[in-house]
């Protein structure tokens, strides 16, 4: 595990030995096993940016396969260690090669991964809703549904490094004073599985939705509302996997208004319909992708 995480950039051998108790006390709080990947999640306090680490690994033997990845309030960091992947969304189609790092933005509609038939190895980090404006000091909403290589960004390897392994914070962290404000609007969503009403974010935020949806875009990469939605939506997949009932009892549990309602959301933001994603085919949710919108804290 020590050298998954050593190996998340090409400067693995600077980074100094983690020693097991730090990656154990401090790094991990659990993580999801398989043939394929590993989601890593740090505790609370750890990191003010990580919400949890991945890891990715294809041997050659494996079938060949596409991997979906749901919309989840989340931007990352890729590692391309070895091989390649092909990422495709509905608006960029992405050749992540070996050697380079990649900082992805929010997704509003699902992503493929698409690998090919020799070894991939993949390391990188989950960041928590509201840290690229912090993390980078450019608005979120300017990679949203982007993904672009990390020496585009003022975010450098090195900073990355030190971050990773000896638990430093970003010192180029641009701090803004509105954050701890934002982080409670954000909780309020989760707190309601994404269902609350803008009216009723708004009375309860104390500000008026146009500067909401302002902090939002500047701090998230999405609006209040689609934020929600996204919330909402990933409540659905629980419901629907954990309960596993009836459509028409995912869609009402969900807060949606009927089951086309439903159907309709889930074709916006996967492009697949409700029986694909709870399918045990190719079609569905990547496992450990699942696993995470299953055991994330709302």
């Not at 391309?80 to 050697?99: F, M, Y």
């Not at 450019?138 to 392994?165: G, M, R």
């Amino acid at each position: 595990m020590v050298n998954h995480i050593r190996s998340l950039t090409q400067y693995s051998s600077q980074i100094p030995q983690v020693s097991s108790k730090l990656l154990h006390s401090q790094l991990l709080d659990y993580y999801f096993t398989a043939m394929d990947c590993q989601y890593i999640s740090r505790q609370q306090g750890a990191s003010a940016f990580a919400d949890r680490y991945f890891i990715l690994t294809k041997a050659p033997d494996q079938s060949t396969s596409a991997e979906l990845i749901v919309p989840d309030c989340t931007p990352g960091i890729m590692y391309i260690e070895e091989g390649q992947i092909e990422r495709k969304s509905k608006d960029q189609i992405v050749t992540l090669q070996a050697g380079n790092i990649y900082l992805f933005g929010q997704k509003t509609s699902a992503v493929e991964y698409h690998f090919p038939e020799y070894s991939v190895k993949a390391y990188g980090l989950k960041l928590l809703p509201n840290t690229l404006f912090s993390l980078l000091g450019i608005e979120a909403s300017e990679l949203t549904n982007q993904i672009i290589p990390i020496e585009e960004t003022p975010l450098s390897n090195q900073i990355l490094v030190d971050h990773l392994t000896k638990n430093t914070d970003f010192p180029n962290a641009y701090h803004d004073i509105s954050t701890p404000f934002l982080k409670h609007i954000i909780s309020i969503i989760h707190a309601s599985k994404g269902l609350i009403s803008i009216d009723k974010l708004v009375e309860q935020s104390g500000i008026s939705y146009k500067k909401m949806q302002r902090l939002f875009r500047k701090h998230v990469g999405l609006t209040p509302k689609l934020y929600a939605r996204i919330v909402r939506f990933n409540y659905s997949i629980r419901v629907g996997t954990v309960d596993n009932k009836s459509l028409t009892h995912v869609a009402f549990e969900s807060g949606f208004f009927d089951q086309n309602h439903y159907i309709k959301e889930t074709r916006q933001m996967t492009g697949r319909v409700p029986s694909q994603i709870f399918s045990d085919s190719n079609e569905g949710i990547e496992t450990n992708h699942l696993n995470y919108l299953l055991t994330r804290e709302y």
